[in-house]
C-alpha cells in the first residue's frame, strides 16, 4: 500500500514548479512591457494628436504642485497641531521619504516608517496598527491622482461641469477608487475601469488613464506613505500616547 504522504509527494514540486513558470512570466511581461507602452503611446499620438502628450504634462505638473503643498504645508501644519517638534520630524522623515520614491510602494515601505515613527515619539503600539491600516485605508496621494484621472476623463468627453455637486462627486468617487487601488490585485486596471464604468464612457479609454497613474505614481507613492507617519503621530498625540523624540 501507497502511504498518504507518497500519493501527495508530487503536490510540492507542483507548486515549486508553477512559481518558476510564473516569475518566468511576470520576467518577460517586464521586459515587453516598455516596448508595450511605447506602441501604445505611438498608436495614441496617431489617433489623438500630439496634443494629448501636453495634456499629459499639465497633469503631471499640477501633480507635483499639489503634493507638494500636502508633503511639505499640510504634514508640517498636522504636526504642528498635534504638538509635535517640526525639526525632528523633517529630520526622521527624510529617509521614509526617500524610500517611497525609489521603491514606488507604500507597503515597501512600512517597516521603515513604523522604524522612523517611534523615532518621532509615537507611541509604539499606536506606530504598530495605525501604519499598517493607512497603506490601504488612508492614501492621500492617490485620491490627488484618482481626481486628476477624473477629471482629465470628464474634460475630454466634454462631461465636466465646475459646480459645487461635481465637486463633491468627483471627491467621493477618487476616494472610493484609491480604496480599491491599494486592496486589490492589479488595482490600478480596476481602478481605471471602475471609473470609466462609473462615468459611463468606453473602457479602453483606462488604458489612457493608467498612463496618468503611472506618471504620477512617485509623488502619489511618496504623499501616502508620509502621510501615514503623520496620521500615527496625530493619533498618539490625541491618545497621549507620544514620547520624546530620539536624537
Known amino acids: 500500500l501507497v502511504s498518504p504522504g507518497e500519493k501527495f ?10 512559481t518558476t513558470l510564473v516569475m518566468k512570466m511576470m520576467e518577460l511581461v517586464m521586459k515587453l512591457a516598455p516596448i508595450g507602452l ?3 503611446f505611438a498608436d495614441m499620438i496617431g489617433s489623438l ?6 495634456s499629459y504634462i499639465d497633469v503631471l505638473i499640477l501633480d507635483l504642485v499639489i503634493s507638494a503643498v500636502v508633503f511639505f504645508v499640510l504634514h508640517s501644519l498636522y504636526i504642528f497641531l498635534s504638538g509635535g517638534n517640526l525639526r525632528s520630524y523633517w529630520k526622521n522623515i527624510l529617509t521614509p521619504s526617500l524610500t517611497a520614491i525609489a521603491t514606488c510602494s507604500s507597503a515597501a515601505c512600512m517597516p521603515i516608517n ?3 515613527a517611534k523615532k518621532m515619539g509615537v507611541g509604539e503600539r499606536i506606530a504598530d496598527s495605525v501604519i499598517p491600516l493607512g497603506i490601504n485605508l488612508h492614501k492621500d496621494g492617490s485620491v490627488i491622482a484618482e481626481v486628476l484621472k477624473i477629471v482629465f476623463a470628464l474634460v475630454f468627453f466634454s462631461k465636466f461641469s465646475i459646480t459645487f455637486g461635481t465637486a463633491v462627486q468627483v471627491i467621493l468617487m477618487a476616494i472610493l477608487v484609491s480604496i480599491v487601488v491599494g486592496a486589490v490585485p492589479i488595482g490600478g486596471m480596476t481602478a481605471e475601469i471602475l471609473i470609466c464604468s462609473i462615468l459611463g464612457i468606453d473602457p479602453s479609454f483606462a488604458a489612457t488613464l493608467m498612463v496618468i497613474g503611472t506618471i504620477v505614481d512617485i509623488p502619489a507613492t511618496l504623499v ?3 502621510a501615514n507617519v503623520v496620521g500615527a503621530y496625530a493619533v498618539s498625540s490625541l491618545l497621549g500616547e507620544n514620547t520624546e523624540p530620539s536624537s
Open 114 to 116: 513604523i522604524s522612523y
Open 9 to 18: 509527494s508530487v503536490i510540492p514540486k507542483i507548486l515549486d514548479e508553477g
Open 224 to 226: 501616502n506613505s508620509t
Open 38 to 40: 511605447g506602441c501604445y
Open 49 to 54: 494628436g500630439s496634443s494629448v502628450v501636453g
